[in-house]
Structures are given as C-alpha cells and as structure tokens.
C-alpha cells in the first residue's frame, strides 16, 4: 500500500509556478530521507530533488538547480516541492519517496499515484 498521497498538480503556463504537497500515510517523516521523481511520457522515472533526513543536504537534478525547492514540515507529516520557472520540459507524474537515507530513495517501489504536472500555453 502506498504511504504517501501527491497533490498540488494542474496546468501552468511556462513561467508559472506549483507547491507539490506529499502528506504521508500513519507515519512521521521526522529522520526520514524525502525525495522527489517524476516520470514523464515515454521516459523513466528520474530523481528531481532529495532531502536527508539527518543533516538537512539535499540533491537537486541538474535540470531543476535554482529553480525547485524542497522542504518538509514534520509536525504536518508532509514534505513540499516548490517549482518555479517552470517550463514545458518539467511535464510529468511527480512522486515521492521515503528513505533511511538519500541513496535508499533510489531503492523506493511503494509508489503512491502521483500528480500530475502539464506546463504548456
């Protein structure tokens, strides 16, 4: 059963802006690693950005740096991905994952439904 529920998905205009939200299911995030993916059409799912649950790092893909930030609230049990100058190469199904720690994100297959992300004028 998936532990975590995605939301905060739509249509934007290239440019434009989304709060991903990932509320997860009987359990807290507090020491968890969190971390984003997102699959898009035709491609395999791809790492978009990762926070360790111990030391506060975080990954971000090459493609996102300066543009996507990822922050938990562990008393809301909910981790969040801002995106921001969005643009029609960031359409996809946006997931979340929870780990021991960031490497272990790369292991994660209890996958929730997603949200859907479509940036297009």
């Known amino acids: 059963q998936a532990q975590f529920v995605e939301s905060g998905g739509g249509l934007v205009q290239p440019g434009g802006s989304l709060r991903l939200s990932c509320a997860a299911s009987g359990f807290s995030l507090r020491y968890y690693a969190i971390g984003w993916f997102r699959q898009a059409p035709g491609k395999e799912r791809e790492a978009v950005s990762c926070?360790?649950?111990?030391?506060?790092?975080?990954y971000y893909a090459d493609s996102v740096k300066g543009r996507f930030t990822i922050s938990r609230d562990d008393a809301k049990h909910t981790a969040y991905l801002q995106m921001n100058s969005l643009t029609p190469e960031d359409t996809a199904v946006y997931y979340c994952?929870?780990?021991?720690?960031?490497?272990?994100?790369?292991?994660?297959?209890?996958w929730g439904r997603g949200t859907q992300v479509t940036v297009s004028s």
């Open positions: 994952a929870a780990g021991s720690t960031i490497s272990d994100l790369y292991y994660y297959d209890d």
């Open positions: 926070l360790s649950g111990s030391d506060d790092s975080t």
